[in-house]
Structure formats: C-alpha cells, structure tokens
C-alpha cells in the first residue's frame, strides 16, 4: 500500500508552530475535529464510506416514503452545496433550510432512538480511518480533550454509539453536534436549536457548550477536518498556536488549491493518521523527556 501524500503549505511557519506545541508540551493541547470522513474512512473496501444518515434511508428503517423524499431533498440541495458560483452566504441559507426540512422528515417518519442504534451499530460500513484509534487512544491516556463538532444528521447519539462499539469513547472527548428530543417511548419529537451544518461551524462557537471550561486554557489547538468549512470551527477561540490539517479525500486541482488556501498540512487520496501521530507524538515526548 503506497504512503499518502502529505503537503505542507508554508513549511517554515509550520515549523515554527510546532516547536511551540513541543515547547508549551500537551497540557496546553486540545485537539478540535470534525467526524465523518474525517476520524472516519472515505472509502473503505473499494467503496464510498456512506454517512450514518445515507444508511438509515437507504435500507429502509423508516416509513416507505421516507428514502424517496430525502433523495428528493438531496438532489436539490447537494446541487446548490456544489455549486462554485452560489455565494457563501446563500449556500448557508440553503443548508440551513436542508436540515431543518429533513430533521422535520424525519420526525414525521418516525425516527425513533432503537433507528438510530440499528443504522450505527449493525451495517458495519462505517470505519475509523487507519491510525485514528492509536490517536484517540493516546489523547486519552495523556488526558488531552477532544472536541468533535459535527453536522451528522443523525447528531450526537449517533457518533457516542459508533465510539462505544469500538471502545473509544472515552472521558476526554466532547461531542457537539445536532441532537433530538425525545418522547418516553423513544421517538423523536423535536430537534434542538441551533443546528449545525455543514457550513455554519463558523457560527457554532465551542465557548457557548459545556466542554469549554475544559478547554479555556488549552490554547494550542490541532484542526482537523475534510472541507474548507471546517476551519471555521475554531471560530470565537482565542488560541495561542494553530495547526489546520486537512484530509482531501477526493479530487484535486481547484479543490487542491483551496485547501492550500486555509489548511496548513493536507493528507489526500483518503490517507492515514500518520501525520496526526506524529505530531502528537513529538508533542507528548518533549514533556516524556522533560519529566
């Protein structure tokens, strides 16, 4: 298996982060990281990784009707999503009105909390990307907080799930994403305020949650995402020292191009967490030798 290719955009300045990172050492560390196809496989076993949302419609957990209306809504805004010359703004007012069309579908087609258990445990599609549980692993032996910010569809209760079958889901982690209310019988009634999408991590501020007193000083932050809009995750923290690292799992050229704009280290062609690993290892040996 050939090495992904890792690129660093301005090497010098990367250089001078780091030792930052490696001189403060890793109680001054958190890391800030988006989920799907970020912690997790792009593809795996030759095929497209499907998002936890894509395999409750498609193997038809819900009500008959509910895999054709969510196709519908799909086509209609993943188009507009796509589109380079929709501008930013726009874009976030058709993802806003995305979610919340669906999150109504699918109350109206009687999600309950078992759907969601069914789609995250049983289809076995979904996998964390090569070297991320070494990495989740060492973050919580050396107590570093993760903060995982996600827009999935199917929220919070999905993403604890698929870390607890794996064994990962560990104290240090913080998950903030979209989350249901729910009925005593297990259904969903409502969805919470604000929901997040795709584009509006700008928006959703880690200081406005729970897990920020955890994090308050930590200002040495490692990004880690899969689009451009998830640098804006680190919006309304007031870090120290910043490393963006940026998985491209497919295509190149222009995409290429504007992830050099706003990552600092890009990983393509669905790589591993080797780059990560390392990093965090030169970080947590410089304390090692220090003690």
Known sequence: MNQPSIIETKPEQLRSVKDAFIKDGPDKLHILADFD????????????TPSLISILRDENYLTPDYPAKAKTLYKKYHAIETDPGVPLEEKKKAMREWWSKHFELL????????????ATLKSGRVELREGAGEFLDILNQQNIPLIIMSSSGLGGDSISLFLQKEKKLYKNIHIISNSFEWDNEGRAVAVCQPIIHMLNKDETVVKDFPCYPQIRDRKNVILLGDSEGDVGMITGFDYDNLIKIGFLNEGT????????????????NDGTFEYPNRLKSE???????AG
């Open 107 to 118: 109350i109206a087609s009687g999600l309950t909390k078992k759907d969601i258990e069914r």
């Open 253 to 268: 050229g222009e995409r290429l191009e504007q992830f050099k704009r706003v990552y600092d280290v890009i990983i393509v």
């Open 283 to 289: 970080v947590i040996a410089r304390q090692t030798s």
């Open 37 to 48: 196809r970020t912690l997790t496989k792009a593809y795996a076993r030759g095929r497209a």
